[in-house]
């Protein structure tokens, strides 16, 4: 039969298992994951030294092994609060290790109480692993991917702290309570056995919230551009047939903004790389002013954008290219030897048409702005042309 001493071996060695596998994740440069870490390596010396307690000098079995036990928990807390981007306050977190450590010393030294000495550990735990399972609860309304991870967490927080309470009420009321951690009673093995793995299971679920950060990153580089910040060229593909199906279902029209930088190449030679890459910055930040919230800017490629605007008629699509010139986000750049400005192709969605359909008219509409003089907007359309010139 499994001992209590064999069950502390099992998960200091679990605890190494994780630590191995959460620092193959450590370069990923995710917040918390350190903190982890730490929590393993706190939680394999406690475990070590709860197994051989009785070996070993009362103040390591006692006052360390507890003290390393709470530091264990306390870390895996300050993890889970930074894997969520919750706030930290790192002088209740010392205060807590502080005391719990503090009155394991008072119940061994002053009175000598294994019941006291387990109420205090219990209580701990079971309020760490409540704020562990509150902290990532907060998370649920606003997480973008799957919950799965989060109910397994919040799951594991009350299983781990029912089963401290548990054992702290059968400490106080039950006649044949065990006198020793290492004791090895039916009800005190199983109820320590589950306790040692508290600690895997809780980072295991912060592996996976780790995970899901990881995944969040990675989605959002292939996704934007990673100067601008607008959508990338091959979510602007993706984005642009789903909206332009939708169009379709819903016999809403769909406008599309074709934008070129004038004059950017000489920007670039005359000022330098730095100058090209402000302007773009600029354009990017004063879009956000000039389009609404459901439409999606997206940078093609160099100085090219385009801008996908659903459930947008004509006039509304006018409206917005025109802000975009009337800002001229482009402009007031120092030695560039001509202005640069934005020329702007318009298309608005057929019935019929495809992706690449509605963009060929769009483009048409961006060299027709070109060819006219530039710094302009042309709408392509069978039965209305507009163009604006800004005011230098």
């Known amino acids: 039969m499994l001992g209590t001493k064999e069950a502390f071996l099992i998960a200091a060695l679990l605890c190494f298992v994780m630590f191995l596998v959460v620092y193959s994740v450590n370069e990923s440069r995710v917040d918390g994951v350190r903190e982890l870490l730490l929590g393993n390596v706190f939680g394999m010396a406690a475990y ?54 503090a009155s394991i010393a008072l119940f061994h030294y002053v009175v000598d109480s294994f019941t006291l000495r387990t109420l205090v550990v219990s209580l701990s735990q079971a ?60 009800w005190n093995v199983l109820i320590l056995s589950a306790g040692a793995f508290m600690l895997p299971v809780l980072t295991l679920g912060g592996l996976l919230l780790a995970h899901c950060t990881i995944v969040a990153v990675a989605e959002k580089a292939a996704n934007h551009d990673f100067l601008t910040g607008a959508w990338s060229r091959r979510a602007f593909f993706d984005i642009g047939t789903r909206e332009l199906e939708r169009a379709k279902r819903s016999r809403s029209p769909l406008a599309l903004l074709l934008i070129d930088l004038d ?54 699509a006018l409206a917005a290219a025109n802000r975009l010139l009337q800002q001229n986000p482009a402009a007031d750049q120092l030695n560039s030897p001509v202005p640069v400005t934005l020329s702007i192709g318009l298309a608005i969605s ?43």
Request: glycine share 8%; aromatic share 8%; with cysteine.
């Open 48 to 101: 070590i030294l709860y197994a051989f307690g009785k070996e070993l000098p009362p103040l390591f079995a006692f006052e360390v092994a507890n003290a390393a036990y709470i530091s264990a928990s306390a870390a895996t807390l300050v993890g889970y609060r930074r894997l969520t981007g919750r706030a930290i306050h790192p002088p209740w977190i010392f205060a807590l290790v502080a005391a719990v450590t």
């Open 127 to 186: 309020g760490i692993a409540a704020a562990i399972g509150l902290t990532v609860a907060s998370k649920w309304r606003g997480w973008p991917s799957s919950r799965y991870p989060l109910l397994f967490i919040i799951c594991m927080c009350a299983i781990i702290a029912g089963g401290h309470l548990f054992r702290s009420v059968a400490q106080l009321l039950d006649g044949n309570a065990p006198r020793s951690l290492l004791e090895p009673t039916g």
């Open 263 to 316: 004059n950017f190449k000489a920007l670039n030679d005359a000022c330098g790389h730095a100058a090209g890459d402000a302007t773009l910055l600029r354009l990017a930040s004063a879009s956000a002013g000039a389009l609404r919230s459901i439409d999606f800017l997206a940078r093609l490629g160099g100085d090219e954008f385009a801008v996908l605007m659903p459930e947008t008629r004509l006039d509304g």
């Open 350 to 392: 057929h019935d019929d048409d495809t992706l690449h359909s509605l963009m060929q008219r769009a483009d048409k509409a961006l060299y027709a702005a070109k060819a006219q003089g530039r710094n302009r907007l042309v709408a392509e359309s069978s039965l209305f042309q507009a163009r604006q010139m800004v005011e230098s």
